[in-house]
């Protein structure tokens, strides 16, 4: 099985910055794409930003220029550097990827998993 595990979020004023990371571990033959989604009170769950095996990256255009998402392939870890945070980017943010592993018989199978979540709250 495998997981994710959330670090970072917390409290920060408005125009403040903030990182979060993510952590893939278990049986992992390799990961297609990471990202991180968000879901604030009363909203449904939105992407913000994921990166893809191949680098590629794509954001919510409400972060575009302000939010930052890279990935170590090497440590199956994503990361999601917050700039100019505002007070609307208060939300629980989720973890998720896709991943591929090994099935009993060899073949690929592929997972979706997604993190227990961490609070970013941007006070004004």
């Known amino acids: 099985q495998a997981r994710l595990v959330e670090s970072g979020g917390g409290l920060v004023q408005t125009g403040g910055s903030l990182s979060v990371s993510c952590a893939a571990s278990?049986?992992?033959?390799?990961?297609?794409?990471m990202g991180w989604y968000r879901q604030a009170p009363g909203k449904q769950r939105e992407l913000v930003a994921e990166i893809f095996r191949g680098g590629n990256t794509n954001y919510a255009d409400s972060v575009k220029g302000r939010f930052t998402i890279s990935r170590d392939s090497a440590k199956n870890t994503v990361y999601l550097q917050m700039n100019n945070l505002a007070p609307e980017d208060t939300a629980v943010y989720y973890c998720?990827?896709?991943?591929?592993?090994?099935?009993?018989?060899?073949?690929?199978?592929?997972?979706?998993?997604w993190g227990q979540g961490t609070l970013v709250t941007v006070s004004s």
């Open positions: 278990g049986s992992i033959f390799s990961i297609n794409a």
């Open positions: 998720h990827a896709n991943i591929i592993y090994k099935g009993s018989d060899y073949e690929n199978r592929y997972l979706e998993v």
